[in-house]
């Protein structure tokens, strides 16, 4: 609160200035638009606790993107003067990317990537998506669009597969908020990340199983030639599989993939006998410049396809995710959903 009250200030003078005791209940009534909806959403969500999270996920952002701007500001001020009309003019470029960045968020977009084996003998394709964060941010409108995006790639695809996080832990999950997914003709498989916990993940399972979707936790599932195990995100409740456990899965007749929420562990999960590792929980940093942080992160498999060729040729498929968490912005990624083609070398 210290950052956010220079901040309030600082805007404030570039306007007018005010006494700094009239910032106070400004900011007092900024947090309770964050601390209201978070007590009163657990229980029952409502458009004035979605709307409250919302409008404070976009001002949180905007706080971020100040901190960086004034940073900025005072290294260029180093080499030349600026006028109020220059601080005032930089300060409407980062609302209009707040702009882009907020309706870029909503849209949904669908990319190809191809796999290619010397050893496939039949070729199939996987919509691959995670991170929904369905919560009081993304509520039913993203699991709507979701359902609608894959009901027109469908018929051109075999498998739908979610790598965690279908649920932001924000608000209540109920029974019936995945439903719109219930009448996708393809299998949906689904296996936990860690927010997907937070509001229960008995309560996330359970909206699952109304909507159709195959739980996949810590257990295979073969479609095809397919081999496919997900191996959930560990909070203690659902213990770590051990190595020697994961190679008991492994069919070597088979393409083996490894549906696991963090893009970790790739080295080893290829050794075990994996193909292909699908994963997400990095939003890929979401929007400028976290993005260059995340690639300093998780093994340096921030977002995209990975591939390695050690005797045999081994994926890493780290999608930015369909959702957004906290902040609904982006800025430098997609609200993405990609179809992996996996193909026989050509």
């Given at each position: 609160?210290?950052?956010?009250?220079?901040?309030?200030?600082?805007?404030?003078?570039?306007?007018?200035?005010?006494?700094?005791?009239?910032?106070?209940?400004v900011?007092?009534?900024?947090?309770?638009?964050?601390?209201?909806?978070?007590?009163?959403?657990?229980?029952?969500?409502?458009?004035?606790?979605?709307?409250?999270?919302t409008?404070?996920?976009?001002?949180?952002?905007?706080?971020?993107?100040?901190?960086?701007?004034?940073?900025?500001?005072?290294?260029?001020?180093?080499?030349?003067?600026?006028?109020?009309?220059?601080?005032?003019?930089?300060?409407?470029?980062?609302?209009?990317?707040?702009?882009?960045?907020?309706?870029?968020a909503?849209?949904?977009?669908?990319?190809?990537?191809?796999?290619?084996?010397?050893?496939?003998?039949?070729?199939?394709?996987?919509?691959?998506?995670?991170?929904?964060?369905?919560?009081?941010?993304?509520?039913k409108e993203?699991?709507?669009?979701?359902?609608?995006?894959?009901?027109h790639?469908?018929?051109?695809?075999?498998?739908?597969?979610?790598?965690?996080?279908?649920?932001?832990?924000?608000?209540i999950?109920?029974?019936?908020?995945?439903?719109?997914?219930?009448?996708?003709?393809?299998p949906?498989?689904?296996?936990?990340?860690?927010?997907?916990?937070?509001?229960?993940?008995?309560?996330?399972?359970?909206?699952?199983?109304?909507?159709n979707?195959?739980?996949?936790?810590?257990?295979?599932?073969?479609?095809?030639?397919?081999?496919?195990?997900?191996?959930?995100?560990?909070?203690?409740?659902?213990?770590?599989?051990?190595?020697?456990?994961?190679?008991?899965?492994?069919?070597?007749?088979?393409?083996?993939?490894?549906?696991?929420?963090?893009?970790?562990?790739?080295?080893?999960?290829?050794?075990?006998?994996?193909?292909?590792?699908?994963?997400?929980?990095?939003?890929?940093?979401?929007?400028?410049?976290?993005?260059?942080?995340?690639?300093?992160?998780?093994?340096?498999?921030?977002?995209?396809?990975?591939?390695?060729?050690?005797?045999?040729?081994?994926y890493?498929h780290?999608?930015?995710?369909?959702?957004?968490?906290?902040?609904?912005?982006?800025?430098?990624?997609?609200?993405?959903?990609?179809?992996?083609?996996?193909?026989?070398?050509?």
């Open positions: 609160m210290i950052y956010e009250f220079f901040a309030l200030k600082y805007l404030s003078n570039l306007f007018v200035t005010f006494n700094d005791l009239y910032i106070i209940p900011i007092i009534l900024l947090e309770a638009t964050r601390i209201i909806p978070t007590f009163t959403e657990r229980n029952k969500s409502t458009k004035t606790g979605r709307f409250l999270s409008f404070y996920g976009v001002y949180e952002w905007f706080l971020m993107m100040l901190f960086f701007y004034l940073i900025l500001m005072n290294i260029i001020s180093i080499f030349t003067v600026h006028t109020r009309i220059i601080y005032v003019v930089s300060l409407g470029i980062l609302i209009i990317i707040g702009a882009y960045a907020y309706i870029h909503h849209k949904i977009i669908v990319k190809e990537r191809i796999l290619e084996f010397d050893d496939v003998n039949t070729e199939y394709s996987i919509i691959h998506l995670s991170d929904v964060h369905f919560g009081s941010v993304r509520h993203i699991i709507e669009n979701i359902a609608d995006r894959i009901r790639l469908q018929d051109n695809c075999d498998i739908v597969i979610i790598s965690g996080d279908l649920a932001d832990g924000s608000c999950v109920n029974e019936d908020d995945f439903k719109p997914l219930a009448d996708i003709k393809i949906v498989i689904f296996t936990s990340g860690n927010h997907d916990y937070y509001p229960g993940l008995e309560n996330v399972h359970k909206a699952c199983h109304n909507a979707i195959i739980i996949v936790e810590n257990d295979v599932y073969e479609f095809e030639d397919l081999n496919i195990y997900g191996l959930s995100y560990s909070f203690g409740d659902i213990p770590m599989p051990t190595a020697s456990e994961l190679k008991k899965v492994i069919k070597e007749d088979k393409i083996n993939i490894v549906n696991y929420h963090i893009p970790n562990g790739w080295d080893e999960l290829s050794a075990i006998g994996f193909d292909i590792q699908l994963s997400g929980h990095t939003h890929g940093g979401q929007f400028y410049p976290v993005t260059f942080f995340g690639k300093m992160l998780y093994e340096g498999h921030n977002m995209g396809l990975f591939k390695k060729t050690s005797g045999r040729t081994h890493l780290v999608t930015t995710g369909v959702g957004s968490m906290d902040m609904p912005m982006r800025w430098g990624t997609d609200s993405e959903m990609v179809i992996l083609k996996i193909v026989k070398t050509r």
